[in-house]
C-alpha cells in the first residue's frame, strides 16, 4: 500500500511564510513526479506546482516567484515553501504523486490535504 501524507499547513497573517511537505511511504518502486494540489472553498482544485524525477518544475501563474517546490532525488519527500502569502492563498493543499509500486503498477495517488488559512 502507498501513502502520500501532506503536513504543514497551518494559520498564516499575510506576508507571511509556510512550508508544506509531502512525504510518501509503502511500497514505492520509484516516484515519476509530484504535484501540489489546492482547492479554494466553492472553487475547483488547481495545479500550484509540480515536480519530476528530473528535477523539472512547473508553476501556476499565480504561485510564481512566491512559491518553490523542492525533494529529495527520490521525490520520497517533497516540499513547498510558499512565501509572500495572500489571502486568496487560503484553500485545501493536497500533494498527488505518480508512481510504480514495488509490484510495477503505475499508480496516482493523493494525500489527505492539509489547510492553510491566509489571514488578511
Known amino acids: 500500500q502507498v501513502q502520500l501524507v501532506e503536513s504543514g499547513g497551518g494559520l498564516v497573517q499575510a506576508g507571511g511564510s509556510l512550508t508544506l511537505s509531502c512525504a510518501a511511504s509503502?511500497?514505492?518502486?520509484?516516484?515519476?513526479?509530484i504535484g501540489w494540489y489546492r482547492q479554494a472553498p466553492g472553487k475547483e482544485r488547481e495545479l500550484v506546482a509540480d515536480i519530476n524525477r528530473g528535477g523539472g518544475r512547473n508553476y501556476a501563474d499565480s504561485v510564481k516567484g512566491r512559491f518553490t517546490i523542492s525533494g529529495d532525488n527520490a521525490l520520497n519527500t517533497v516540499y513547498l515553501q510558499m512565501n509572500t502569502l495572500k489571502p486568496e492563498d487560503t484553500a485545501v493543499y493536497y500533494c498527488?504523486?505518480?508512481?510504480?509500486?514495488?509490484?510495477?503498477?503505475?499508480?496516482?495517488?493523493w494525500g489527505q490535504g492539509t489547510l492553510v488559512t491566509v489571514s488578511s
Open positions: 498527488t504523486g505518480k508512481l510504480y509500486s514495488s509490484s510495477r503498477e503505475l499508480l496516482e495517488v
Open positions: 509503502g511500497s514505492i518502486f520509484a516516484i515519476i513526479g
